[in-house]
């Protein structure tokens, strides 16, 4: 993956740490390089241009073409148009009963039916923070104008839709988005 022609993309990356190929996430770097074949070379340069106004959290920025997700040295893009849901969650680690830390996750939900993280921020066991909270509803101000269908928030009967009719819910999310 050579960046150099997009000069914020670029940036982005060299402050995330870089993209490194190693012996311990070739997988998922074979699958960041093939995660940029979905976006076209126009949507490439509109993406180069918007990640500066992009809203930035966790280990991710998304911007109204496309999240980029930096995770184990790679950088795995995901278009605006194959999100589907993207929700939370918090758990809590404990020791003799007593809370220790939080660890709270943003998920993403794609289009090929992957999960995938947008990364995840650690608060103490008796911390009242929600940076999970924060981080959807700047998510949701940036992409509801340009994806209206997008669901968003965690609850059994949403994952129950999901699991038990995906195809079905794919439909239900791109047919929401074209709505006006």
Known sequence: MDFT???????????????KQTAFNKKKYAAAEASWNLLSPQEIAMLDQ?????????????TPTAILVYEAKTVRVIPIRDIMWIYGNVVKQTMNFIPTSKFHT???LARDGG????GQITTGGFSKKAPLDEAVAQLQNLLFPYRKGIVYGYSDEI???????FAGAVQ?????SMEP
Request: hydrophobic share 45%; aromatic share 20%; no cysteine.
């Open 115 to 118: 999960t995938y993280s947008l």
């Open 159 to 165: 994952a129950n839709y999901f699991q038990g009719n």
């Open 5 to 19: 022609n997009f000069t914020n993309i670029n940036a982005r990356i060299t402050a995330w740490g870089g993209i």
């Open 172 to 176: 239900m999310v791109d047919a929401k």
């Open 50 to 62: 918007q990640i500066p106004y992009g809203v930035e959290a966790f280990s991710f920025v998304a």
């Open 106 to 108: 943003l998920y993403l």
